[in-house]
């Protein structure tokens, strides 16, 4: 099992950006998926988690009203949308699936990790 972070880029602060998660031999639809991300010399951060019926558990208040995660089951594909964009949010992000059925109360176990994808806001 593979999961891929993709759309990172180098935006400038106030700007948007989409990252999508796909994943090989697994099917998205039949899981919960959560955003993480890890900045330079931070320790890594849950951000926000949906489950297959569309329910979103944000553990990350910083993204709150920023950010906003969503699946396509159609594409196997789920995206984090990000809005207002700040330094700050300049890391490293990456999608994974929770051990559990649903999105968890943290702490918890996340069993299947991608390789991230890097987002840069500088001006």
């Known amino acids: 099992v593979q999961l891929q972070a993709s759309g990172g880029g180098l935006v400038q602060p106030g700007d948007s950006l989409r990252l999508s998660c796909a994943a090989s031999r697994l099917t998205l639809a039949y899981y919960a998926i959560g955003w993480f991300r890890q900045a330079p010399g931070k320790e890594r951060e849950a951000l926000v988690c949906i489950t297959t019926r569309d329910f979103t558990t944000y553990y990350a208040d910083s993204v709150k009203g920023r950010f906003t995660i969503s699946r396509d089951n159609v594409k196997g594909t789920v995206y984090l949308q990000m809005n207002s964009l700040k330094p700050e949010d300049t890391a490293v992000y990456y999608c994974?699936?929770?051990?559990?059925?649903?999105?968890?109360?943290?702490?918890?176990?996340?069993?299947?990790w991608g390789q991230g994808t890097l987002v840069t806001v500088s001006s």
């Open positions: 994974a699936v929770p051990a559990a059925t649903t999105c968890p109360n943290l702490p918890a176990p996340f069993e299947y």
